[in-house]
Antibody, heavy 119, light 110 residues
Framework: QLQLQESGPGLVKPSETLSLTCTVSGGSISSGTYYWGWIRQPPGKGLEWIGNIYYSGGTYYNPSLKSRVTISVDTSRSQFSLKLNSVTAADTAVYYC???????????WGQGTLVTVSS | QSALTQPASVSGSPGQSITISCTGTSSDVGSYNLVSWYQQHPGKAPKLMIYEGSKRPSGVSNRFSGSKSGNTASLTISGLQAEDEADYYCCSYAGGSIVLFGGGTKLTVL
């Protein structure tokens, strides 16, 4: 059974960089079929797609976040990572990693991790 | 691109059927049969319920069904059960590897 687990700091200061890692187990991150994505959910609000990456490194980002986001992959560690710079309180959210199928749906999700932006 | 439009809330009694709509544009919902639906219970990660508009993953009850007409996709839950009470989100492909989520709908089972 495929499992994804987010990890990283739960508190980030305004203007700094949010960094999270997703570790994939029970399956290969290097499968040529899937994309690996990040989605976030501010407290009490809806889901927002951040971006995704292919195992070979090709990336696609939400246009509204593109200038601040970097997603990378480390196949040797079966991990992919999210960096979001110049954060503000509006970036406070639960961040999920997920496997994305080629036909644009997310079939496996991590449990999510809350990141709070505050000084 | 803007988020897809869903009703903020719907409700129904046990055994009844409800439908949640998801309205997009001719650039997303209307152009692709690639709408997915997710169920989210409080404090939990979203769970895939419908993909490619009307397909159910293994293990999802056949009480859940999806459809589309024009720029609007719909999720129907028949034979409502207490355990169906949750938030539901639609998601559509919008081209260029971009996906859009709806704002979410809170389902209350009366």
């Amino acid at each position: 059974q495929l499992q994804l687990q987010e990890s990283g700091p739960g508190l980030v200061k305004p203007s700094e960089t949010l960094s999270l890692t997703c570790t994939v187990s029970g399956g290969s991150i290097s499968s040529g079929t899937y994309y690996w994505g990040w989605i976030r959910q501010p407290p009490g609000k809806g889901l927002e797609w951040i971006g995704n990456i292919y195992y070979s490194g090709g990336t696609y980002y939400n246009p509204s976040l593109k200038s601040r986001v970097t997603i990378s992959v480390d196949t040797s560690r079966s991990q992919f990572s999210l960096k979001l710079n110049s954060v503000t309180a509006a970036d406070t959210a639960v961040y999920y990693c997920a496997r994305r199928q080629p036909l644009a749906y997310f079939d496996y999700w991590g449990q999510g991790t809350l990141v709070t932006v505050s000084s | 691109q803007s988020a897809l439009t869903q009703p903020a809330s719907v409700s129904g009694s046990p055994g009844q059927s409800i439908t949640i709509s998801c309205t997009g544009t001719s650039s997303d919902v209307g152009s692709y049969n690639l709408v997915s639906w997710y169920q989210q219970h409080p404090g939990k990660a979203p769970k895939l319920m419908i993909y490619e508009g009307s397909k159910r993953p293994s293990g999802v009850s056949n009480r859940f069904s999806g459809s589309k007409s024009g720029n609007t996709a719909s999720l129907t839950i028949s034979g409502l059960q207490a355990e169906d009470e949750a938030d539901y989100y639609c998601c559509s492909y919008a081209g260029g590897s971009i996906v859009l989520f709806g704002g979410g709908t809170k389902l209350t089972v009366l």
